[in-house]
């Protein structure tokens, strides 16, 4: 079955705890990005890949850092979490093109407190 | 700069038909999309335009005006379960970078 897996699904943590959110798809898939969604905002990018070792910043970069060492795989990670980046995350994937849908994850509601 | 918009709230009465709006400003336009998003859940692909007109899809039919920058999506015999989130987006640049509107949270009523 084509999916995107991320895990995991929901994470409480403390401020300053390095944590890292896994995203993997099966449909090798070039293009992969990581959004934040909250309230009122809808989702917003916040690094994109478009293929092993190419990776960029999207519209909201700080305080996250990605890796795609593997065209499946690419984790977001937050050194250093705060509390405002507390949000529901979803990791997508899909083909170059402009008329490609993306497939997303189940989604990631991470609490920092 | 990009920017695109959509109701924040609509609310409809089931078995009717709703359309959510959406405009944006883009450059590099290439394509529109509509995603359907249920409270807590992932997106799921509903629609795709990329030439001017109306592209029907069972209860959903998805428009675009590119020189508008305007597109609309259409539920018709509307049902509970199509209380939903619906999120425009859109592809452009080199990238095709795709960006979110805000969202539209459908309420159907009985």
């Known amino acids: 079955e084509a999916q995107v897996t991320q895990n995991p699904r929901y994470l409480i943590t403390v401020t300053g705890k390095k944590l890292t959110v896994t995203c993997s798809q099966n449909?090798?898939?070039?293009?992969m990005s990581w959004y934040r969604q909250d309230p009122g905002l809808g989702l917003r990018q916040i690094y994109y890949?478009?293929?092993?070792?190419?990776?960029d910043k999207g519209d909201v970069p700080e305080g996250y850092k990605v890796s795609r060492k593997e065209k499946r795989n690419f984790p977001l990670i937050l050194e250093s979490p705060s509390p405002n980046q507390t949000s529901l995350y979803f990791c997508?994937?899909?083909?170059?093109?402009?008329?490609?849908?993306?497939?997303f994850g189940q989604g990631t509601r991470l609490t920092v407190v | 700069g990009q920017n695109i918009d959509q109701p924040t709230e609509m609310t409809a009465t089931e078995g009717a038909i709703v359309q959510i709006n959406c405009t944006y400003q883009?450059?590099?336009?290439?394509?529109l999309f509509w995603y359907q998003q249920h409270a807590g859940e992932a997106p799921t692909f509903l629609s795709y335009?990329?030439?001017?007109g109306l592209e029907e899809k069972g209860r959903f039919s998805s428009f675009l005006s590119r020189s508008k920058g305007y597109s609309y999506l259409l539920l018709k015999e509307l049902q509970m379960k199509d209380s939903a989130s619906y999120l425009c987006?859109?592809?452009?640049?080199?990238?095709?970078?795709?960006?979110f509107g805000a969202g539209t949270r459908l309420a159907v009523h009985p």
């Open positions: 997508a994937s899909r083909h170059p093109g402009g008329n490609t849908e993306a497939f």
């Open positions: 449909m090798n898939h070039e293009y």
């Open positions: 890949s478009m293929n092993v070792e190419v990776t």
């Open positions: 883009t450059s590099g336009f290439n394509g």
């Open positions: 335009n990329v030439l001017d």
């Open positions: 987006a859109v592809t452009s640049g080199g990238y095709n970078k795709l960006i």
